[in-house]
């Protein structure tokens, strides 16, 4: 047996260098001679910029060169990855995405000038000096006014802030409106899914560097896909070809989806390099982070739920208000249709949906995918409105659920998905197990005897992993194909290195990808390194994002290291003097099957390097292989989530008590790390129930725009968790099983929380208070209890 | 421009300062020490965390001008010349208590800062101690199992791996 195959949890390889400050994170990157750039920021969310008086600022000490929009006035935008097109067939409206503003600025944070100097110090201190003229004008900010005949329009040569009208499935609206009218009860909920901000702890950074003498860009910069960026930044803003230009994304700190998307300050410093013939670094403040980094969630829905005399769900019908933001960023029109319309079955055999989402252009910074993106959306709504219809009919919500669950696989749902593989009642037998909730009148009990309030809230989920199928989300309006690449590099002495487009920002791929490889191989995973980050060193790959890593990276992984076992298993057939078809690989070597002939690993690629006793005449020599993987289908995991609060009465104040996940991943590779990745994810989702809101106020101001005013889950705000992945129905069409765990915590989380609270309400006699919106401050709590 | 003088993992260390330079960025961009990350700009995250003549300290809340004369302590100076982790440091890595890493130094400064004051601390009392530490990977779950273990307590009963 190899050791640290798949299923092991390997100790993380890359822990070290962290733990002793060792690694590499891009602001450590410092290349000599580079100067800095500090970006001055509109103040205002929305104005007509008259002029930008730079002449003052331009004397101060240190200032090399100050830029402003009418530098990049005749040069392309930032680019949008996905065009949806609305319920009458249009293409959405897309406004150009300015590098640095240029006539208006559409929102606080957006760039009016960037000052580059020797010192970031003189780049701020100049930045003071600089006088902007803009008049102000009204701040759209509320969605349902924003698509109002006459309303101010954030983007003039727009026809309105309507950026799309998506229904899905149009062709069943009918339906669906007749089978509401005809249902024996409608459970009707409207609710917030609250805007968040990412907040990986790394803030963002991009060095550019430009070689005159060859023509060469590089840029440093955290990202999740530096091959995306690579393609999006030279194909459509500045006009580099990608042998030209060189992507690195070297550690990055956390990602969360905010470091997907291309962003303004890479541009211009790749851009600026050239100009000014020097490298060129940009560090975001966590302030400016706040108001330049893309932000998460913020829909406003009515969802209905229908239900038959017997309590089967017979439709669901929602409509969303999602806001884009001032501009569109990288994907960000996919979220909340085709990445949540296609999750509206949830867990459940409801024949009939409709989605209806209506995409608004806002004076905010633009929303993209966080962790989740669009599968927390509709989960937390589906799961709210499961519950609330619950306890109207006054059925058990478990019972309600486990009535219709989705139990025949493959099953195909009216938004367009086709799930491979699931057991939802194994995922809510376990979850009441782990989550003990058998003990849970005792604790009642006990909580009561205090003074306190205690209630338990559950939650099925689905999510849709893995993406994604590149020709069917082109049918789509994806502007990329979503494959991954891998080459496997076997070297000389039976080390092997492979390069995969996958990106690794803390999921532990340097440690879980060698697994793989090493079972397959049958060898020490020790033997195996992995390279990621570099454009110049893997092949062309899409990134890390949506948990596709494992399932599409991954893949492409198997397939390279299957061509290498293939090709290995013919020089082997001619060292032993056999058919490479009776050659066997186990643990390491190859045998001749039935025989005791057999030779080592190491001798094999020593021959293919050393091509003295080898085939030549029909092989190649060398042993290297690459291949892309496009997956056939989305991945489905899937589980249920319990949360347990505590309230206290005389406060509102709502304390986790206890938090049990139970999930299907199909496939483990290393247990620990996938627990990690669940622990993660619920940390995030209690965040967004109890904790973190992003707030503007009517003017456009972010109110919440730093860790004094956005609350981050600290360690006193959540408990140990009872996670386990042990059901596990492996996917059905990748070679390895696995479905990807990275968002489930963050997408099963929020609706438990809630669910727990309103229990909690209902059992304490306020049988008034079926909902409240999130997150659950003590304010929101204990005046919902006031009635 | 004013110089300064002190010591860092054991070894002086000076160099010429603005009055507005903070020590987080004598460190960093100075001394070539980047292993003490900058994660935000109020002083909440945590992720500068450096022991200052053996007490933990925001290195962005103190400019580099008042640690004159210091004894400094960063997170490359937490493990053996050898390279062999602190218990800490191990135990971080045996429970699976950090993730991306950006965080982790100042996770592991306080938590060293912690044991030496509390050597066997509580789940609560090391909850209430990371208060000024912020982690977005973890979920802490590993984390305070980390300084649990570390600290010599028996973890296997907490759930998880």
Not at chain 1, 352 to 379: C, L, M, S
Not at chain 1, 418 to 429: L, P, R, S, W
Not at chain 1, 548 to 565: D, N, P, Q, W, Y
Not at chain 2, 6 to 19: F, I, L, Q, R
Request: aromatic share 6%; net charge negative; glycine share 10%.
């Amino acid at each position: 047996m190899p050791k640290d195959g798949i299923g092991a949890s390997t100790k993380r390889r890359e822990d070290v260098r962290f733990l002793t400050g060792n690694g590499n994170y891009t602001d450590d990157i410092n290349i000599r001679g580079q100067a800095y750039v500090h970006f001055l920021r509109s103040d205002v969310a929305h104005g007509t910029i008259n002029s930008v008086d730079t002449s003052a600022a331009a004397d101060m000490p240190g200032v090399i060169r100050i830029f402003t929009g009418e530098d990049f006035a005749e040069m392309g935008g930032i680019p949008c990855g996905w065009q949806v097109t609305d319920r009458h067939g249009a293409p959405m409206q897309e406004p150009k995405h300015p590098v640095l503003a240029h006539g208006k600025v559409r929102h606080v944070g957006d760039p009016i000038a960037a000052i580059v100097a020797e010192t970031r110090e003189q780049a701020r201190d100049a930045a003071e000096a600089i006088m902007p003229d803009i008049t102000d004008l009204p701040a759209v900010m509320d969605m349902k006014e924003a698509i109002k005949d006459g309303a101010t329009k954030v983007h003039d040569d727009l026809t309105s802030n309507l950026c799309y009208d998506w229904g899905f499935v149009e062709e069943n609206k009918g339906a669906v409106d007749e089978a509401i009218k005809n249902a024996a009860h409608v459970t009707t909920l409207e609710l917030v899914n609250n805007r968040l901000v990412p907040n990986a702890m790394e803030p963002r950074v991009a060095v550019g560097d430009y070689n005159r003498s060859t023509g060469d860009h590089t840029l440093y910069t955290t990202s999740q896909n530096p091959h995306v960026i690579r393609l999006l930044m030279g194909a459509f803003v500045l006009g580099i070809p990608e042998h030209k230009l060189r992507v690195v994304a070297p550690d990055v700190g956390g990602g969360f989806g905010s470091k997907i998307y291309h962003y303004a300050e890479e541009a211009f410093c790749t851009y600026a390099a050239k100009v000014i013939n020097r490298p060129v670094k940009w560090t975001c403040s966590r302030s400016e982070a706040f108001i330049s980094d893309a932000h998460g969630r913020d829909h406003v829905t009515k969802i209905e739920l229908a239900l038959d005399k017997d309590n089967n769900f017979t439709a669901v019908r929602t409509e969303t208000y999602a806001n884009m933001g001032a501009y569109l960023s990288t994907f960000a029109p996919s979220i909340p249709t085709w990445l949540h319309g296609t999750l509206m079955a949830g867990n459940y055999k409801t024949p009939n949906i409709y989605v209806n989402v209506k995409a608004v252009f806002t004076n905010t910074v633009p929303v993209d995918a966080y962790r989740g993106a669009g599968r927390p959306e509709a989960t937390y709504q589906l799961e709210r409105v499961i519950d609330m219809a619950a306890r109207e009919l006054g059925v058990d919500p478990i019972a309600l659920r486990r009535q219709n669950y989705i139990t025949e696989f493959p099953y195909a749902t009216p938004v367009a998905v086709e799930y491979d593989t699931g057991d939802y009642n194994a995922t809510m037998d376990k979850l009441m197990e782990i989550g003990d909730f058998a003990g849970f009148e005792a604790r009642l009990a006990e909580s009561k005897a205090r003074g306190k309030l205690r209630g338990l809230g559950v939650n099925s989920y689905i999510e849709a992993c893995g993406i994604a199928p590149s020709n069917l989300v082109g049918q789509l309006g994806a502007r990329a194909g979503l494959y991954e690449s891998a080459t496997v590099r076997v070297n000389a002495t039976g080390g092997i290195t492979v390069m995969t487009g996958s990106h690794s920002h803390g999921q532990g791929h340097e440690t879980a990808f060698p697994q793989v490889v090493a079972e397959m191989l049958g060898i020490d995973a020790s033997m195996i390194e992995i390279e990621h980050g570099d454009t110049d060193k893997a092949p062309m790959g899409m990134g890390t994002y949506g948990s596709r890593s494992i399932a599409v990276g991954g893949s492409a992984m198997v397939r390279a290291t299957e061509k290498i076992i293939a090709k290995a298993k013919k020089i082997a057939a001619h060292l032993l003097e056999a058919s490479d078809a009776d050659i066997e690989l186990k643990d390491g070597q190859f045998s001749v099957a039935g025989t005791d002939k057999s030779v080592a690993w190491g001798d094999v690629t020593l021959a293919a390097y050393v091509p003295h006793n080898y085939p030549l005449e029909d092989l190649e020599p060398g042993l290297e292989e690459t291949a892309f993987y496009d997956p056939s289908n989305f991945t489905y995991p899937s589980g249920a989530y319990a949360c347990e609060v505590e309230i206290d009465p005389e406060t509102g104040k709502v304390s986790i008590e206890r938090f049990a996940a139970a999930d299907d991943f199909g496939n483990i590779i290393n247990p620990m790390i996938v627990s990690g990745q669940v622990h993660g994810g619920l940390a995030q989702g209690i965040g967004q129930a109890m904790l973190e809101q992003c707030s503007y106020d009517s003017d456009g101001q972010l109110l919440s725009a730093s860790y004094m005013d956005y609350t981050m889950p600290r360690a006193d705000d959540v408990p140990f968790y009872q996670v386990d992945h042990s059901c596990q129905t492996p996917c059905t069409h990748n070679p390895l099983g696995v479905k990807g765990c990275g968002e489930a915590g963050a997408i099963g989380s929020p609706p438990s929380v809630v669910n727990a609270v309103v229990d909690a309400m209902q059992r304490a006699g306020h049988t008034h208070i079926t909902h409240i919106d999130m997150p659950l401050t003590p304010s929101r709590v204990w005046s919902a209890m006031q009635g | 421009m004013p110089k300064v003088s002190m010591t860092v993992n054991g070894k002086p260390a000076s160099g010429e300062v603005e009055g507005r330079t903070l020590l987080v960025e004598f460190l960093r961009d100075g001394l070539g020490l980047t292993g003490t990350h900058v994660g935000c700009d109020t002083s909440q995250c945590g992720a500068c965390v450096v022991h200052v003549d053996g007490k933990p300290v925001k290195a962005c809340t103190i400019f580099a001008a008042e640690a004159e004369g210091a004894t400094v302590t960063t997170i490359e100076g937490i493990a053996a010349e050898d390279g062999t982790m602190s218990p800490v440091q191990e135990a971080f890595q045996t429970h699976h208590g950090l993730q991306c890493g950006f965080c982790t130094p100042g996770m592991v400064m306080s938590a060293e800062s912690l044991l030496k004051e509390n050597p066997t601390p509580s789940e609560a009392e090391i909850r209430d101690y990371l208060e000024g530490n912020i982690c977005r990977c973890t979920g802490y779950h590993n984390i305070v199992k980390a300084i649990m273990a570390a600290s010599g307590q028996d973890v296997s009963k907490i759930a998880a791996e």
